[in-house]
């Protein structure tokens, strides 16, 4: 199982990225995805989840209204589309993946079983 993150930059104060986690090995139609960040000396922190059949969404005060979760089934693929970024998202962002299809714990890292390698976002003020 492997979960590939992509995406991140260079982008100033007030731009856009999206960030993409491709999984291979097996599919995770059912099972939710999550966003982490962790920013030089701080801890990993939750960005957001998703369920595979979009029903599901759940963000962190930090980012709601300004982070979107997608997904795409046939491309088995998530995305993290950050509008109106600020100097402190800059941070490593992970993907992650549950084992198994329940939406518990999305919210924390420990929830997830699976995690991708980082995409490196920098936002310059």
């Known amino acids: 199982v492997q979960l590939q993150a992509s995406g991140g930059g260079l982008v100033q104060a007030g731009g856009s990225l999206r960030l993409s986690c491709a999984a291979s090995?097996?599919?995770?139609?059912?099972?939710?995805m999550g966003w982490f960040r962790q920013a030089p000396g701080k801890e990993r922190e939750f960005v957001a989840a998703?369920?595979?059949?979009?029903?599901?969404?759940l963000y962190a005060d930090s980012v709601k209204g300004r982070f979107t979760a997608s997904e795409d089934n046939a491309k088995n693929t998530v995305y993290l589309q950050m509008n109106n970024l600020k100097p402190e998202d800059t941070a490593v962002y992970y993907c992650?993946?549950?084992?198994?299809?329940?939406?518990?714990?999305?919210?924390?890292?420990?929830?997830?079983?699976?995690w991708g390698q980082g995409t490196l976002v920098t936002v310059s003020s």
């Open positions: 090995g097996r599919t995770f139609s059912v099972h939710p």
């Open positions: 992650a993946a549950r084992s198994d299809s329940r939406w518990y714990n999305v919210w924390v890292s420990s929830g997830y079983d699976y």
């Open positions: 998703i369920s595979w059949s979009g029903g599901s969404t």
